[in-house]
């Protein structure tokens, strides 16, 4: 199964805090993936398709203990895919218009575009409802690659809505207009992990989170390793310089004339060409710091550039 499955087959069994939270799932469900078809007044069918099983079973069950409606299922199988795909019929009848009300389905002008407030008046039912929009067309990418979460919508009032839902829970979504739909999507690692914990996919943000903390242990061993090969070829580089300058003065004839202390680098230098300066610097005699043996490399390179 990949991650996205994963979550959704988690979701469809968190545990609802209030009477309205099953209320809150369906309703995003049915809105994001429910078709509403017209055949004349008072005369709907809905038709809500989803390629898990586990949201079927949520759909039918809600659907049937909120509203007492009828349902049909049919099971379809992709010939591209070879995966089965569910398809909802509510046909219809007394019941179903006052349930597409009562949803956030139909308005009084027509279908509804945003969310209505009853539906998510409680901190528990936003998370709900977000639980169904995931539910509905939500997709995660695997936590191994790049981070990238996205839930897709046809109106661009639900977009804004799912949006300000997530933002009162501190988690910052932004949307993206593609062709006919609307993306609402997360980019961050950590902002992905506070939505699935908000919508109570636990085990599924705990997986992010070790996956976060692997790619941050990761990153960090790789920054050092790069700054300390950087820091190895630039010590080479410039033992290299040195050893140039000290062939100079040998060529010269003016190695007699350099100092005691510029005699003791040199031979430390040579002995040890891959040594740091302060490596040269505790080997000299007494030792010396960095800053001490540096200096008798700066005089050392301007006799030899003087030549």
């Known amino acids: 199964m990949s991650f996205t499955a994963d979550v959704k087959d988690e979701l469809t069994r968190v545990i609802p805090t209030c009477s309205h939270c099953d209320k809150a799932t369906l309703a ?105 929009a995931f539910l509905g067309s939500g997709f995660i990418a695997e936590p191994r690659g790049d981070f990238h979460f996205e839930i897709t919508v046809e109106s661009e009032e639900l977009a804004d809505g799912l949006v300000r839902l997530m933002a009162d829970r501190d988690i910052n979504a932004r949307v993206l207009h593609r062709r006919n739909s609307y ?28 996956e976060r903390v692997r790619k941050s242990v990761r990153n960090e061993i790789n ?35 350099l100092s005691p202390g510029l005699q003791e680098f040199v031979k430390l230098r040579l002995q040890n060409p891959d040594a740091s300066l302060k490596e040269l610097g505790q080997r000299a005699n007494p030792p010396l710091s960095k800053s001490a043996v540096y200096h008798r490399v700066r005089r050392l390179e301007e006799m030899a550039k003087s030549l």
């Open 28 to 132: 995003a469900i049915a809105r994001i993936e429910g078709t509403l078809l017209f055949s004349g007044p008072g005369r709907y069918k809905l038709e809500i398709a989803t390629e898990i099983s586990s949201v079927a079973r949520l759909v039918i069950r809600s659907l049937h203990t909120l509203y007492k409606l009828k349902t049909e299922l049919t099971v379809r199988r992709s010939v591209l895919h070879k995966t089965p795909n569910y398809l909802i019929t509510v046909p219809s009848q007394p019941n179903l218009e006052p349930a597409l009300h009562d949803l956030g389905i139909l308005a009084k002008t027509g279908i509804e575009m945003g969310i209505l407030p009853h539906l998510v008046e409680k901190t528990c039912c936003a998370a709900a409802y977000l639980r169904g």
């Open 183 to 210: 993306i609402v999507y997360l980019k961050s690692g950590e902002a992905i992990s506070e939505f699935l914990a908000f919508v109570g996919a636990h085990q599924c943000a705990l997986a992010m989170e070790n």
């Open 223 to 257: 920054r050092k390793v790069n700054a300390e090969v950087a820091n190895q070829a630039k010590s080479a580089e410039a033992a290299i310089d040195q050893i140039v300058s000290i062939r100079k003065l040998a060529e010269s004839g003016k190695m007699a004339e």
